[in-house]
């Protein structure tokens, strides 16, 4: 027998299968998919010893288990391989050129970022003033569609007394998200999914953690105010910027609709 031969397309195979694990660890740290995958293991090398043994009807049970374990992962890990096709689809959503952007878009994010950013400003200025919670959600690339759909639909032009009005304490709307499209409001009292990182610090509200959520599945730029400190936050791209000065936050907000 001789060396076994390695060449590019071997490298390129490992690479790509580690690249694909450490993705998934990375999605599945924090849940129970560890535990679960374990437990799978487990019973893998019990039904390899039970057939070393010869116990046929234990065997046999476990065989038809097994033999549906395809199914059983797909059912079990459907969190994790939802969230594993967002990374993937954000990923290469973001790393499309200005040319193809504008192309398959049909519109230009850039000039469209000026007519209603100072009214979303101005009412997170005011709502911070007054510690009044918020949860704003920016429409980029990423269709929000499917997340307005949870909420109670508006269709208004944005404007600071109306992000106010629904963000009032004693509204009907002033729970959940608001999306905004296109300089219209979508909807409101929307449901966003709460992320799943277990470094978040553990004094993040379920505004923050909502907003971790939303900027980890989608590409929105997205304004957090918290209820209890009035203190104005921005989740982007899996990360959240904390403390933002009220007179700082329309250059941030429309320097992130521009990258």
């Known amino acids: 027998m001789g060396f076994i031969t390695i060449n590019f397309i071997d490298i390129l195979d490992i690479l790509v299968v580690a690249l694909i694990m450490y993705y998934v660890y990375r999605i599945a740290r924090g849940t129970p998919a560890p535990s679960i995958l374990l437990g799978i293991l487990l019973i893998y090398l019990i039904w390899f010893v ?27 890990f459907q969190p ?15 790393r499309r050129n200005k040319f193809w952007d504008k192309l398959l878009s049909l519109r230009d994010v ?10 979303v400003a101005e009412a997170c200025a005011e709502m911070s003033a007054s510690r009044t919670g918020a949860l704003i959600l920016i429409q980029r690339r990423t269709e929000l569609a499917p997340i307005a759909e949870t909420g109670v639909a508006i269709d ?8 106010r009005t629904i963000f ?11 999306i905004i499209n296109d300089g219209r409001i979508m909807a409101a009292r929307c449901i966003l999914p709460s992320t799943e990182d277990t470094d978040v610090p553990v004094f993040f509200g379920m505004r923050h953690r ?10 929105a730029v997205i304004v957090v105010i918290s209820e209890q400190t009035g203190a104005i936050s921005i ?7 904390r403390d933002i000065a009220p007179d700082a936050l329309r250059g941030k907000i429309v320097a992130l609709l521009k990258s």
């Open 156 to 163: 208004a032009h944005t404007t600071a007394p109306l992000l």
């Open 80 to 94: 994790e391989i939802r969230r594993f096709l967002q990374v993937l689809g954000n990923r290469g959503m973001r």
């Open 168 to 178: 009032f304490k004693n509204s009907p709307l002033h729970d959940g998200a608001v």
């Open 235 to 241: 989740a982007h791209n899996g990360r959240i910027e």
């Open 110 to 119: 850039k000039t469209a970022t000026h007519d209603y950013v100072p009214s």
């Open 210 to 219: 909502a907003a971790m959520g939303a900027s980890e599945a989608t590409d």
């Open 50 to 76: 039970v057939r070393a043994l010869g116990m046929e009807l234990l065997s046999e049970i476990l065989g038809s288990i097994i033999s549906v374990g395809v199914i059983a992962l797909i059912v079990v």
